[in-house]
């Protein structure tokens, strides 16, 4: 690592803090081109650019998975963490007691927080940890090759898994029921509106949920349907080679307005009904946000925007009154017990 | 009457649990200690609150031996349950003293019996208010056995005092208590045993503490900052006392606190938060016992390759599986030494008492910051949760050796130029830098996957290889580092004996034994894994060396065995496990399995012994 | 040009993952088995989906070498990434194709160079729609490839034909454009390497298959009931395996089923469930790799001590942690033979092969219900995922062997006088009756804590001492079911090599290169843990026992030190570990290490050797 | 085990399959004189009595905890699995394929099903695996001797473990929030209405979630409370003697009649709110459901009655479509597919 930093030359645009927009990138994407978790990757950048954060003081968490990829590839001054396959909550909570100045950003999948990860991502959720969690919702296992993870719906079949049997599990709803201070969904397809509920997220002190529905252009296209990567109805059968894996455009939708709904349709031909909460929606509401989900839910829509807040409550680290200074800053002094104490401990001992 | 057994016998109680009698229980045993006799005190619980029966025995022992004495000289039987058992178990010669409610036959004519009216004298201690005459009620045959073998009174005011943290009335009402049961006894009971307490002062400087206290007391001078647990006995209080003391020995004028204790929703979270914490600069830890250490099983592993510092204490208990939750055990090693899928190996610390579980507190600390690597610490349930007497703990003679840690400053100096994983000093430790540095090229990326010197995901063969062998050569480093091994040699000693953990004084009693047996041993307490060199030049300088420990596979031999193939045929297991604290007996009798004394005659040890568990050298000695 | 070298070398083709190019890849290689060439495929692939270098090597040996070569010959460049790379492997004298899309320096002249025109020939094939083009277009070097070097054209046919499932339409599409590249180079290229394929009938009547496919199939025959499962790489292909064959091969005219596979939210539930079901009564089983192996151990733990059958098929890659996922390994064996904390000892078995993955997929089954214990099985990726040829799998030779388990008629005729963990036969294993049985004594509890004989719950330490001690010896008779390991001796052998797993034709390929360099040598693979008497006679019989495997520690030496103390000094560990499949090359150094061939004089094994990734004896050898 | 079968004599009476109440007992218990957790014993023992359950016929699960030590107090003469801490649900769902006809009745803690055992009991809900899953909740961990667990109040303080800072998981919301199908709630000392939603639940294919209220007398007490384990306001200071555990009654409530409300005071001093669901509740609307739990939550009240089924989702194994034999009664011929099909696989080999 001899690279010396990049000087920020004149021409170049800068935020509040001095830096370009570049200086919040990360190491070019692995993923499949076309992935929607590119896209969040993305706005994770200009979200941080334009809110002005140091890079330096942002924490990055993932589990495993293709999402869980994606701390790589933005905030490159960033300490990041890739740990284990659903595993990202306890990492995060203990790592944000070192210095609770920094921001938590946490990327995980619908796999790692929803299935494996479900213990875990309750409770940080119950806990209010101060960190942005964004679950990059596929439907599927990504990285594994296409199996069904427990937000995929009802009836989908996929190629070697059969038909799924199960609900699917609503990352919001799921959050609200833990008491989750801020709840949003959003559509990878959607930059601006991924943009702006970043920027809430990382606004909001405590536990921020986004769950982005981010399609898998690779494995969450039903074999049989009309287009999956076979070619073409006229032949025999389709051929569904899940070694080739065709390159496309991320799926992008234009603006949808307040109240608005939109049928957009993924890389395998199904189609996913988006609606965007109108501005009359009041996001403190906790049974009314149940209500609206539970509707969203019998009716098959994905409803987008922010859909829970309540920002009044203390969050994690801060119910420990810990000092000013960082933890991972104090010294011996502040940390063991003067000499003398030694002898009344000792008496304390009987 | 026999002849005078004075400071040399043991004491059972067996009660029900949630009666409160370990009150009392403690008592006896603080009070023995304050006249300054050694002894030792177990408790034999059972793994539920309220209503089973349950044991505490107390071994007095003007030698020092602190061990389990398989022998029960005295027994008081409180619990109609366990009655009959309780009576058997009494060594013949013995002393039998039981609760005269209980109406069961008292068969024997070769002990001394003495019934005690404790519901009676109870109810005539009209201050103790009808709800706490249960609990109170164990007072008085405090008070009957202080005043038949010879209890200091006042010393039992004083632990008493002690344990109502110095508040008068609830010590009087108890005291009160004790006393009239000392004077009912001294009323009514002729002493026919030959049983006495005579005051000495081989306590004088010592205190009293269990392992779990001592442990988290340590780590509070080893100024632990984090702490992610999960409750499971007999971990549990390791952490509450870290909840008790942290806010007193860390306290501050703006009360503002320096440490956070949170109580995770598992273990997998225990160790992730503490993982979490020590990957951000903190000390962390956690503590846990068998089936949570199982649970922390993967995410050992990611702290062993991304090398990150977190210790671990595992309170060992029975397994496998959730097998004598309320047990001892020292059945863990085997798996703690290669945790985790793929290649690795821990370092582990091994204390062998209380004294050692305080040192080890801190010391654990500073190993993991300096290894960067998680560092397990095995207790067990006898050492953790039982009141042992104890050198008083030392404050830690070393700065805190925070490790390799690049500042801002620092980076500053080098240019930015630095790898996280890469090996400076040729050590194998490398350097890294905390979150919240702000300078822009501290940052790193962490992960479980494979990377190269400068943190960078890689899948290259010959990258993954070195890495691989870099971290090897860390686990050589860490033999530097480690807690040596304590040896005592007998010039002349025909055997070598290796030990490890709380098995400790009843090695030393054995040892005594089979000197008088006419067996001579040398003994090394091994401390810690990485074994350094020592262990290897011991086990070279013996013909035989018998490894003695509590568990049924003889896992210390079979670690040895791996790490000193060519020593291997010399190496002699003696390993033993019922859940019962290892004894003098068993580990005697193992001994002579493999090794005659030169003289032929082994002598019994004892004139009385009772046979309750397993004789262990039979079943539990392996070639 | 060089002498022809014929039916003796390798060839890697460095593609682009997510380009389809394994199907053309797996079509060289059928069609190469088909000639009756001995041949087998090694696809080293990224842990990620699309867009990163991927390889995949075919070593053709004449001899049956199915092992790794680490030398290359021949080397089919279409990915722009890895072209420098790529092109710097070619072993001198070598050969090198590449798709002259690609516009990078060809410096080396000590090669054969053959561009190739790939893109622009596929746009030629009409037939292909434009979205399959870059699809199709990797059949344009199998063509040119199989034109250069001899591959029967009609056996490319049979290959994509059995690959397309006998679909006519997209087996001529391939087909042609295969032709297309043979052309092509017919037309254009003029041979300058001396490598050449010439029909044998070394494969006659073989098949060919990988591990996992076997593994599944193996279970299917074995009677496979239940399989909770979680996806990882590389197990996940062995349950997909069975979700595809199971409804083939346990079709019914009634349409319904006779066994369940559920994919559980993760490993701990997937191992949890198959545990439930197999102390249901069902044959049950899991599979996974090493993070989720470790995520195992508390329930692996649970099935020892209640002693629930339950078969766990861990398909080894790299660890420690994530590791390197698409890699392979032998290193989870120590942690394995002693997962879980508490004393215990797995039955673990060690398939050498597809044959074997397919044999151990159903005696593993057969061994958990009469050993009523959880059993391993510890494949690994090279295994697993590569396509290897076998002997056709054969039919069991015995009939199920469901164990010791009594029906309602049995506990008639007991009057229902029977204890779960009774040991009526004095080999360690007990009855037990299945949940369902109407028999009004049937029932038992199954715990995790400590019980007695009848299932009971108890903390008594001689019967917990007893149960374990049981435990002990039913693992002594494990011995006597665990699949035999396989010897072969050479008369005069001066030295004996112990191997295991999927090292087996590296290891065969080694010991003749000894044999050429004067060292003769016997071998013993182990394929099953607990270690039976031959493995001791074995070790007892040679001066030297060199243990070959595949990860850092030496795991099976330690192993092997661990069970015969007095045999370990004759242990020598030869281990290397970087990801890569074993080679003949490093088993043959390691070996030599430590015993010298009579003769004294070394041959080097292949003049032509390219270094790629470390040579293991060096760093990896371990007295 | 050389107990012959007890025989019924002529005055005993006996259900319609002919067994007294006794044969569906277990062994005494263990637990505190007391606890809640005895009272829900009892009640499943008379509830599989009255609902002429063939013990044979029953499989009892369980975690780790004092809940978890139940299964030994009821149905002897019933298959038991006491498994790990919080899996209970996978064992149960593993074992339950073994033979479909039986019943499976479960019975879990709060720490053992809230905190360690989160995911897994979202799992076993989502998948509607049929099953009767009794949360024995107090609030507290009782076998390892009083440490909160995740269904503690917040603000309730422990002995050692200072004040719970967290909202407590809200068993029921939770199992709705993962379509359960069925949810109750209920009150240990309200012995007529466990027995009663324990039939209902025993009656319903499918995972039934009964979620019962039951105080833990030893440890969910306030140390600060008037009422804890002192003795007395008058003394310096509360005695808190842990080890000590006086035997006490089981708290037990009058009938409460539906749409009620009760106040109950339990050992410790602290008050319960309970109200009854009225008969205008309808149970089979998800989203009043939710939001009843809601409203409840806000207004600290224990709403205990059927919160919500829907009778008609297929249970786990039936999506399966599995054989009617029990699968643990198929014999060889029925698993090991016939000898001559091992030519044909092995052509298939290629
Ligand atoms: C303990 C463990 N089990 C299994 C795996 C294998 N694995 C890697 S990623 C993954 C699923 C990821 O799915 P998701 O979180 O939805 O991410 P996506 O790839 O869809 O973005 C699995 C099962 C693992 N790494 N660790
Ligand atoms: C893996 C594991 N961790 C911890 C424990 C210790 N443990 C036993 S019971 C229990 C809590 C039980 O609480 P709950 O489920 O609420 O049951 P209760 O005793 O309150 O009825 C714990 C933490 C254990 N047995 N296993
Ligand atoms: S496999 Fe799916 S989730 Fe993974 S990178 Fe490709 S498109 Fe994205
Ligand atoms: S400790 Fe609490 S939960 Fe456990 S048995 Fe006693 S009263 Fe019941
Ligand atoms: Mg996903
Ligand atoms: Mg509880």
């Known amino acids: ?350 | 009457m026999n002849q005078k057994v004075v400071n040399d016998f043991s004491i059972t109680v067996g009660t029900v649990n949630g009666s409160g009698s370990s009150t009392a229980n403690n008592t006896i045993l603080r009070a023995i200690f304050k006249m300054g006799i050694p002894v030792s005190g177990k408790n034999l619980f059972p793994s539920n609150i309220q209503g089973q029966p349950t044991w505490y025995t107390i071994r007095v022992s003007k030698d020092g031996y602190l061990g389990r004495d398989e022998s029960q000289q005295i027994v008081v039987a409180i619990n109609p349950a366990s009655f009959a058992r309780d009576l058997a178990g009494v060594a013949p010669g013995g002393a039998f003293f039981y609760a005269d409610d209980i109406k069961q036959p008292v068969t024997r004519t070769d002990i001394a019996v003495y019934p005690m009216p404790v519901k009676q004298i109870i109810r005539e201690q009209t201050e103790v208010p009808s709800n706490l005459r249960d609990l109170v009620s164990n007072m008085v045959y405090v008070g009957v056995l202080a005043q038949m073998i010879g209890i200091d009174l006042e010393k039992i005011h004083a632990a008493l005092d002690f344990h109502f943290k110095h508040r008068e009335k609830p010590t009087m009402m108890n005291f009160n208590a004790v006393k009239a049961g000392a004077e009912w006894a001294k009323a009514n009971l002729t002493k026919t045993d030959p049983f006495a307490l005579e005051p000495m002062s081989k306590t004088d400087g010592m205190i009293m503490a269990d392992g779990n206290t001592a442990a988290a007391l340590g780590a509070i001078y080893g100024g632990v900052q984090f702490v992610g647990w999960y409750p499971i006995t007999p971990a549990t209080s390791l952490a509450e006392s870290l909840n008790d003391y942290l806010p007193k020995l860390r306290k501050r004028e703006d009360g503002k606190h320096t440490y956070a204790v949170v109580q995770a929703e598992d273990e997998l979270a225990a160790l992730g938060m503490s993982i979490g914490a020590g990957w951000g600069g903190l000390r962390a830890m956690t503590s846990t016992s068998g089936p949570g250490l199982s649970l922390m099983t993967e995410f050992a592993g990611l702290a062993y390759y991304a090398e990150i510092p977190v210790v671990i204490w595992d309170v060992q208990r029975i397994g496998p599986s959730t097998g004598l939750p309320t047990r001892t055990s020292q059945g863990d090693l085997t798996f703690t030494a290669h945790i985790g899928h793929g290649d690795s190996h821990s370092v582990i610390l091994l204390p062998g008492d209380v004294f050692e579980c305080f040192e080890f507190g801190w010391k654990a600390l500073d190993l993991a910051e300096r290894l960067q690597t998680p560092v397990f610490v095995l207790s067990d349930l006898d050492m953790g949760m039982n009141q042992w007497m104890s050198k008083p703990f030392e404050y830690p003679d070393t700065p805190m050796d925070r490790g390799k840690v690049l500042s801002e400053k620092d980076l500053e100096e080098l240019k930015g130029n630095w790898g996280r994983y890469l090996d400076k000093d040729g050590d194998g430790i490398t350097y890294r830098t905390l979150p919240g540095n702000q300078h822009p090229l501290s940052a790193y990326f962490t992960r479980g996957t494979g990377h190269d010197e400068y943190a960078k995901y890689t899948e290259e063969a010959n990258v993954f290889y070195r890495v691989m062998e870099r971290l090897k050569l860390k686990h050589e480093t860490a033999k530097d580092y480690v807690p040596a091994p304590i040896v005592h040699e007998t010039r002349g000693a025909e055997v070598g004996i290796l030990a490890y953990g709380s098995t400790e004084s009843a090695v030393e009693e054995a040892r005594d034994q089979l000197a008088a047996d006419g067996l001579k041993s040398s003994v090394m307490r091994v401390r810690a894994l990485p074994f350094s060199k020592t262990v290897e030049k011991f086990i070279q300088k013996y013909e035989q060396v018998i490894v003695v420990e509590m568990n049924r596979d003889g896992q210390m031999h079979q670690l040895l065995c791996m790490d000193f193939p060519t020593l291997a045929p010399k190496l002699k297991s003696v390993a033993f496990q019922d859940g019962m604290p290892a004894s003098a007996k068993w580990i005697r009798e193992g001994v002579l399995k493999f090794a005659k004394p030169a003289k032929k005659k082994v002598a019994p040890t004892k004139k009385i012994t009772v046979k309750k568990s397993k004789t262990p050298a039979k079943k539990g000695a392996k070639k």
């Open chain 1, 1 to 350: 690592m001899t690279e010396t930093l990049p000087m920020a030359g004149p021409a170049v645009q800068v935020n509040a803090v001095g830096l370009a927009r570049k200086e919040y990138q990360g190491n070019p994407s692995t993923l499949c081109q076309g992935c929607g978790h590119n896209s969040i990757a993305n706005q994770i950048v200009t979200a941080c650019y334009e809110m002005n954060l140091i890079p330096e003081k942002v924490l990055k968490f993932s589990g495993i998975g293709c999402s869980s990829k994606s701390p790589t590839y933005f905030l490159n001054r960033s300490f990041g963490f890739n740990g284990l396959h659903g595993r990202m909550p306890s990492v995060a909570t203990g790592a944000l007691f070192a210095d609770t100045s920094m921001n938590g950003i946490g990327v995980s999948g619908d796999g790692d927080s929803a299935s494996i990860g479900m213990g875990q991502f309750k409770h940080v959720v119950r806990r209010n940890v101060d960190m942005v969690y964004i679950i990059e919702n596929n439907g599927v296992y990504g990285l594994t090759k296409g199996q069904f993870s427990a937000t995929a719906e009802v009836g989908l079949e996929l190629k070697k898994h059969g038909i799924n049997q199960y609900m699917p599990i609503d990352i919001c709803m799921e959050s609200i029921a833990s008491n989750a201070t801020f709840v949003a969904r959003s559509f990878a397809g959607d930059p601006k509106q991924v943009k702006e509920l970043l920027k809430a997220a990382i606004a909001h002190k405590g536990i921020s949920v986004l769950d982005i529905i981010s399609p898998c252009v690779t494995f969450n296209n039903e074999s049989n349907a009309y287009h999956s990567y076979s070619w073409g109805k006229d032949h025999e059968a389709p051929l569904h080679e899940l070694s080739f894996i065709p390159a496309r455009d991320e799926i992008m939708v234009e603006d949808i307005e307040p109240g608005g709904t939109m049928d957009v349709e993924l890389h395998d031909g199904s189609i996913i009904k988006i609606k965007k909460l109108g501005n009359d929606y009041n996001p403190t509401h906790r049974w009314e946000a149940l209500k609206m989900l539970e509707e969203a839910q019998r009716e098959n829509q994905l409803v987008t925007g922010l859909i829970y807040v309540e920002p009044a409550k203390p969050s994690f680290t801060e119910t420990y009154n810990l000092v000013d200074t960082p933890l991972n800053r104090l010294a011996e002094t502040d940390l063991r017990p003067a000499r003398e104490t030694i002898a009344e401990l000792n008496a304390m001992m009987f």
